[in-house]
């Protein structure tokens, strides 16, 4: 499919309204020349916008009033002669003309009125998809050669209350979580919308075997697997190589070829104010680097054309891109390191979080926390959602599972034989009743209460503060890690917060149990969400320590800096390891958009690299320039002598022959 071999999408949002006319000046050719100039491979063609108007002549939609030439029919024509590939876009629950010719097809609050703000929004329930989404995307695959196919504009969970939702639902839709009907008006809901994802993919296949692909679905906000038929995951977003990272960690869990958008404006899609090249380059750098592609969102002007300041902004990124395609094309995580990212946990197993985007985002804290600690000190690890964990926990060295209050039942059992197989499990105690019974059964420990006070130590040397209470572990077969330490007074308040610590209590805060040939590690405190809240050094190094007891023999060992990622990835039976640097002050316009103006430069960063038969060279990519390495206990040790954005290292045939997939002897 084409999202595998293609990393440099320009995407020019388009929505212009009835009074304005459009696509005048397009010049197909002239501006797929200047794309691929740019470095563009993919651009993005609007077929229908938020207002519903189509940009070609449509028998099924609503073409734009003031429509100069058919501006879907030039841009393939002219992409296609200069090999850039064209993605067809289509608005799909925003169509402002649909409602406004059909008010029976607006999505409806309680009180009748329609939704969307700006724009107007349909149902999923209604005759909208039956009578214009699916045709029109029939329409759009039968008359134009586009490469891909992209839907845009997914609904957060709004209760629709229209007609065609009462007489589907079969009777009156609840308002809210008061009511008795609530739970399974959520649950149908969700499958509503989970039919109708499948049924668009299955019905855009029947016409052409291209990719089809949801804003946004299935993501690290949603993770829940994709059905059959979906070609790739993608979302986008105004922030920069950050969220670039955290996103594309969890995509390359789900084994889908995945890209990563954000826009070159300094305050969200309207503004027409370039950023920086470097802070493109960076978020450029954090999706190729963990096996994506990127896209570059711009806005055409009304008359089709492209800013010159446009085509520059994106031949930053591009251009860097070109020039480490030939070793990023093809790669993917090594699996070693696995997050949970449970589905179950953020929306609970009856969907009762599931309407709540506030309580969701909350929930969601713990796995952003994992994901950050080991972002940022270097640790290579990919998210998993719970499909995925079923499927390929035996390819996983070690799994983490950062406060997941539920888990459904085949997650569980799999857990079960991937740690008595040998697996290591880490385990920490959410804020909630969780973890299920049986990882507590694994961990080998069950939960007596909680202590009283809101914070508490773990021992150590120097105690180290936990801001919230700690679960009284009575181990069963587990050992005793690291002890919990009471503070001054039961943890009243003591000046202006915390209580000191004062002695160790009567029950452990770390545990450690042997399950056949595997181990399972307990915390007994909710920590990735601290560490999230917190970013708490110290905190870090009690976990890090415990990722490190349980793995004592990573792929790869990063002596880096704080901030710097390490994404190890294979090419057929070569190792790539990339570094990407985080330690520029990523600011907000506007509250925002991310805004990088400088990204400083690392020198002599360290890392050793598991040895592997066969192994002469390690390359510095692409320049292709040999490193010195050294043998010592195990490992090459290697320096990489400066680090700007990123910097990539190539050991040709290190999978080779007597290698396993992990890279092992």
């Avoid at 690290?220 to 790739?232: K, Q």
């Avoid at 998993?384 to 964990?389: F, H, I, M, R, W």
């Amino acid at each position: 499919m084409g999202h595998l071999n293609r990393f440099c999408k320009s995407h020019p949002d388009f929505h212009a309204p009835a009074h304005v006319a459009v696509g005048g000046r397009l010049d197909g050719h002239e501006y797929g020349r200047r794309l691929r100039e740019c470095g563009a491979d993919t651009v993005v063609a609007f077929a229908k916008c938020h207002y519903g108007f189509s940009y070609y002549p449509t028998r099924v939609g609503t073409p734009h009033p003031q429509l100069q030439k058919d501006m879907v029919g030039e841009i393939v024509e002219g992409c296609h002669a200069h090999d850039v590939a064209v993605v067809g876009y289509l608005s799909t629950f925003l169509d402002t003309a649909a409602v406004e010719q059909h008010p029976d097809w607006a999505s409806r609050d309680r009180e009748g009125r329609t939704e969307g703000g700006h724009y107007g929004r349909v149902c999923v329930n209604g005759p909208y998809v039956e009578e214009l989404l699916i045709p029109q995307g029939r329409e759009l695959l039968e008359e134009y050669d586009v490469d891909e196919i992209f839907y845009d504009t997914m609904t957060l969970f709004s209760p629709c209350h229209c007609e065609n939702c009462r007489r589907a639902f079969g009777g009156p839709v609840p308002e809210g979580p008061q009511d008795e009907d609530w739970l399974r008006y959520v649950r149908w809901y969700r499958e509503r919308f989970s039919e109708f994802f499948a049924r668009v993919a299955r019905e855009m296949h029947a016409v052409r075997d291209v990719p089809c692909a949801f804003n946004w679905m299935w993501s690290a906000r949603d993770p829940n697997s994709p059905p059959a038929g979906i070609d790739g995951l993608l979302g986008d977003d105004q922030y920069g190589g950050e969220s670039a990272s955290y996103n594309c960690r969890y995509w390359a869990g789900e084994g889908l070829p995945f890209e990563y958008m954000t826009g070159r404006f300094l305050a969200g899609l309207g503004d027409w104010n370039s950023g920086t090249p470097t802070m493109y380059r960076y978020a450029a750098a954090a999706s190729i680097a963990n096996g994506g592609g990127f896209w570059l969102i711009d806005r055409m002007m009304p008359d089709g054309s492209l800013q010159e300041e446009a085509y520059r902004t994106m031949a930053a990124p591009f251009h860097f891109i070109r020039r480490r395609l030939d070793y990023v094309r093809g790669a993917r995580h090594v699996p070693e390191v696995g997050v949970l990212n449970g589905w179950t946990h953020l929306v609970g197993p009856d969907l009762r979080y599931f309407p709540d985007n506030e309580a969701r985002g909350r929930r969601a804290f713990p796995y952003r926390g994992a994901s950050d600690l080991l972002t940022t000190r270097g640790r290579h690890f990919t998210g998993l959602s719970e499909g995925a964990l079923v499927e390929r926990a035996a390819d996983y060295r070690l799994i983490i599972l950062p406060e997941q209050e539920f888990l459904r039942d085949d997650v569980a059992d799999a857990l079960r034989g991937y740690v008595e197989g040998g697996g290591r499990l880490l385990v920490t105690q959410s804020a909630g009743a969780g973890p299920a019974p049986a990882v507590l059964e694994l961990a080998g420990v069950s939960v007596e209460g909680f202590t009283e006070a809101n914070h508490g130590y773990f021992a150590g040397e120097t105690p180290v503060l936990q801001r919230s209470p700690f679960a009284r572990i009575a181990p069963g077969t587990a050992a005793p890690l690291r002890g919990y330490v009471r503070p001054v007074g039961g943890g009243a308040r003591f000046g202006h917060g915390f209580a000191p610590p004062e002695a160790e209590g009567d029950f452990p805060a770390v545990t450690l149990n042997h399950v056949g040939q595997g181990q399972v590690a307990y915390v007994g405190a909710p920590v990735f969400e601290s560490y999230h809240r917190y970013y708490d050094h110290h905190l870090a190094a009690v976990l890090l320590e415990l990722v490190d007891r349980l793995l004592p023999d990573p792929i790869v060992r990063s002596e880096a800096p704080p901030n710097v990622e390490t994404a190890v990835l294979r090419r057929g039976d070569d190792l790539l390891v990339n570094l990407v640097n985080h330690n520029a002050r990523e600011r907000k316009s506007a509250g925002y958009v991310s805004v990088v103006h400088h990204m400083p430069e690392l020198h002599d960063v360290r890392l050793r690299v598991r040895c592997a038969p066969g192994v002469g060279r390690v390359l510095s990519v692409p320049e292709e320039r040999e490193l010195p390495f050294r043998e010592s206990a195990g490992y090459l040790e290697i320096v990489v002598p400066r680090l700007h954005i990123m910097e990539s290292l190539l050991l040709p045939g290190y999978f080779g022959e007597g290698a396993d997939e992990g890279g092992e002897a």
